[in-house]
């Protein structure tokens, strides 16, 4: 129609004209909201999705140390730890750390201090004590420390710039292995006691297996009692021994670990009953007692699993994103480029490297002191 036509338009036909337009204004304007909603929906921070204000419980290490020795050496306990110098965390590490609580509500969290990893040596690694004193730093037992969360107690172990980005009870599901509360001695299901054994996952990072730091010890779960961590810190305790002065990679850090496993997975060595047999003159050892023929496994999980992002050379293209360090670090930005919601990831680390010879790296420990956006909260002890 010209405009002429329209002009000379009985008032009838624009009236009628003019409510067709408003109807067909306010449909497009609720259809673009609605399209903005469910985009919105589709693209929101993985952080949030799926979070709830119900979190992991706190548990004090003391409390945790009185506790009976664990039964149930087929199942993971719904125990989180994780370790820092003191209880006041960098506000980033606070974040990911409420991230890790929130998508563990059923779960116990447990945050270890400096203090409370000599006492846990104390109690229950005695013979280990002077070994662990005569680490050259901190870092070195942080490392080793963590190797007696998984034997003594079980669970999972992170480091604090790891964000978990969605539940690890349904990873360990499709291996066969059960999470259950830290004090049930037994499965909801029977039936995968007598399968699944004791257990220990890993995760690989990057696309050379053959990288001495590819199996980061960053982030690591297991059955209690497993012996493979048993065989680790006794390696550590005979370097020692050999005066060895080698950097906390080689010695208690993730080179250590890729060794070991190199190792467990050498065919025959540590088969069956062999590993409990190598390490049966180990003190601890005798706190655990597996009935006959109890298996043990490893799991090495595929590196978009725990490590979507690596700090190797395959990890370049995203390293100003991802790396927790750089100016330019996006949480966001980084799960987005590494598809994260995609593989499906269920953590990610962002490598904060805030150890450095006997203490913490300063300049690194600013880089994660201030909060990044709105993501995770505030660390708290409920």
């Given amino acids: 129609m010209n405009s002429a036509a329209s002009r000379h338009l009985y008032p009838p036909q624009q009236f009628s004209g003019s409510r067709r337009f408003l109807r067909w204004t306010v449909f497009l304007v609720f259809a673009a909201l609605a399209s903005v909603g469910i ?55 606070g974040q990911w750390s409420a991230t890790c609580r929130s998508q563990h509500p059923d779960w116990e969290w447990v945050l270890w201090t400096d203090e409370d990893n000599e006492e ?55 291996y066969n292995v059960s999470t259950v509360p830290h004090l049930k001695t037994r499965p909801h299901s029977i039936d995968k006691v007598h399968t699944s054994g004791r257990k220990a996952f890993f995760g690989r990072m990057g696309t050379d297996p053959g990288f001495s730091n590819s199996i980061p010890n960053a982030w690591m779960a297991s059955t209690p009692g497993h012996p493979f961590f048993l065989l680790v810190v006794q390696s550590v305790k005979d370097s020692m021994g050999w005066g060895s002065r080698k950097g906390p990679e080689d010695l208690t850090g993730p080179a250590r670990l890729y060794k070991m496993l190199e190792e467990y997975f050498t065919a025959g060595k540590f088969k069956g009953e062999k590993l409990d047999k190598h390490v049966a003159s180990i003190p601890t050892a005798k706190q655990f007692t597996p009935r006959e023929g109890l298996d043990h496994s490893i799991e090495v999980l595929p590196f978009n699993n725990i490590f979507p992002y690596s700090w190797e050379r395959d990890g370049e293209a995203v390293r100003d994103v991802c790396w927790a360090t750089q100016d330019t670090f996006s949480a966001e930005r980084c799960k987005l480029l590494l598809a994260t919601e995609h593989w499906p990831s269920y953590a990610i680390t962002y490598w904060s490297h805030t150890w450095a010879g006997e203490g913490h790296d300063e300049d690194n420990v600013n880089a994660i002191s201030s909060p990044e956006g709105t993501e995770g909260g505030n660390i708290d002890h409920d």
């Fill in 39 to 93: 985009i919105s929906q589709i693209y929101r921070p993985s952080t949030l999705r799926g979070l709830t204000n119900r979190k992991a419980k706190y548990l004090s290490p003391a409390e945790l140390m009185q506790r009976p020795i664990s039964e149930s050496l087929q199942t993971i306990p719904k125990l989180f730890h994780q370790s820092w110098s003191s209880t006041d965390l960098p506000a980033k590490f």
């Fill in 120 to 174: 846990l040596v104390k109690t229950h690694f005695p013979w280990l004590l002077k070994t662990y004193q005569s680490l050259p730093g901190t870092i070195y037992r942080a490392d080793l420390v963590r190797n007696l969360y998984m034997y003594m107690f079980g669970g999972v172990y992170a480091d604090l710039d790891v964000e978990c980005l969605r539940p690890v009870d349904q990873l360990f599901d499709t």
